[in-house]
């Protein structure tokens, strides 16, 4: 049987680095080589050998609707047909923002770029001239995209690759980014005294979703609130993952905590390109063309990503959307943990709203970076490639967190667990 996949990633690897556009999608994580999809439909994915799978990696976190939602295609659709840029203002732009603000009583004021790394990057420039300081803390195992002062015991691809930091980037650069580990607000008062006159700034996933995924504790999220206040430093929370996917108003509705500005990306988009920070009209209005801290994109606020974003946020925002969602993240992970555990394999698992994730460790609940890595993961690899075989398409990583849509249904949950069953019992036999 010809397999298309692997033909098109021997020539993807001829003419693009390692064969592919993101290094999480080249499979190093789990070994093996990436399939290659041509069409998604719902809470599935078709790859190039026609071959089916239900899909719990969603783009990595926007398909919140599934793929092909009618609304959303229906009005990209639309605007398509009057103009895909402008590199002008439009009114999708202000529908959007008022979106966002309204949702999100954090933000004041909002800029649209064009990622979650140009949101994070930006949001941190912001927070340094709004406060005429140079430091940050961000915390180990969290990801903020590829600057080059983030790129400091990140997450997510770094991780995978087992790549603790990267070629490239001054030391210059990076003396200004000060780590701590998440969860650990101790270490963070300390470093807050240690270098109190200089830190501008804050960042943090409030879920961390690229270690696989960690919830805060109790306290940490106010906790670093309060060290902010007290030092007058921008708490800034990275929503890129979280903002829309865990409830209407993110996390930072979830835990009560206000930050000073938020990244967003992903579902505020709905499968465009898309990025944004918004925040304490104070403090945005720092940016330019009102303020001095320079910003600017070709495509920032492209009416396609706006009309998308737009649409998927009208149908997230419709009464019962995401207790229907946690029902159905719960019914995922309930079905794996009752799997595992009548097979007596060491399970740790976690859900909110539309996020998930899971790990092979006697350890729960998980609170940092190293409880993550010290799980089993050769079983993970093991297990990825056993559901993949049987349809079934997790993140290939054990550091990255799943996602479910509206679009799964309660059969695509009982292959999954059929599957899984399949696949461990085979495991535990092993052992």
């Known amino acids: 049987m010809m397999n298309h996949s692997k033909q098109l990633f021997e020539q993807a690897q001829t003419l693009i680095p390692g064969g592919v556009n993101s290094p999480v999608r080249a499979f190093k994580g789990v070994g093996g080589e990436p399939l290659f999809f041509k ?51 439009t009114e999708l732009e202000i529908k959007l923002a008022q979106k966002i603000v309204t949702f999100m009583p954090s933000i004041e004021k909002i800029r649209m770029v064009n990622s979650g790394t140009e949101a994070t990057m930006t949001a941190v420039r912001l927070a340094r001239g709004f406060t005429g300081r140079s430091k940050i803390i961000k915390f180990n195992g969290c990801y903020h995209g590829h600057s080059d002062g983030l790129l400091v015991k990140a997450g997510s691809g770094l991780l995978t690759l087992g790549i603790p930091s990267t070629p490239g980037i ?35 996933e409030p879920i961390a979703g690229n270690m696989g995924m960690i919830l805060p504790k109790p306290g940490f999220l106010q906790g670093l609130r309060d060290l902010c206040d007290e030092y007058q430093a921008v708490l800034i929370f990275d929503e890129v993952m979280t903002g829309f996917r865990v409830a209407l108003g993110g996390a930072q509705a979830v835990f009560e905590v206000m930050p000073d500005l938020t990244t967003l990306g992903k ?30 994109g070709t495509l920032s606020g492209n009416p396609l990503a706006m009309a998308a974003g737009l649409a998927t946020l009208n149908e997230v925002s419709k009464p019962g ?25 060491p399970f740790s698992s976690t859900s909110l709203g539309g996020m998930f994730g899971f790990c092979f460790t006697e350890k729960s609940p998980l609170v940092d970076f190293s409880d993550v890595a010290s799980s089993d993961e ?10 993949l075989g049987q349809g079934i398409y997790f993140a290939p990583s ?34």
């Open 170 to 204: 001054p030391q210059s650069v990076t003396e200004h980014t000060l780590t701590a580990d998440f969860n650990n607000l101790a270490q963070t008062a300390q470093l807050f005294e240690r270098y109190h006159q200089d830190i501008a700034a804050v960042i943090v």
């Open 267 to 296: 579902v505020i988009g709905g499968g465009m390109p898309i990025g944004a920070l918004g925040g304490r009209a104070e403090i945005m209005s720092c940016l330019a063309p009102e303020g001095p801290v320079y910003q600017a």
């Open 39 to 89: 069409q998604g439909i719902g809470a599935h994915l078709i790859d190039v050998d026609d071959n089916l799978y239900i899909d719990y990696v969603g783009s990595w976190g926007p398909l919140i609707l599934g793929h092909c939602h009618e609304s959303v295609i229906t009005a990209v659709m639309e605007v398509l047909h009057h103009g895909m840029s402008f590199g002008a203002p």
């Open 378 to 387: 050769s079983l993970f690899k093991r297990f990825f490639h056993g559901m």
């Open 321 to 345: 959307f995401y207790q229907r969602l946690q029902q159905t993240s719960s019914a995922l992970i309930g079905a794996l943990s009752e799997v595992t555990q009548s097979l007596n394999i």
């Open 398 to 431: 054990l550091y990255e967190a799943g996602f479910v849509s509206s679009a799964h249904q309660d059969d695509d949950i009982r292959q999954t667990k059929n599957a899984a069953r399949l696949v461990l019992s085979k495991e535990a036999l092993a052992i």
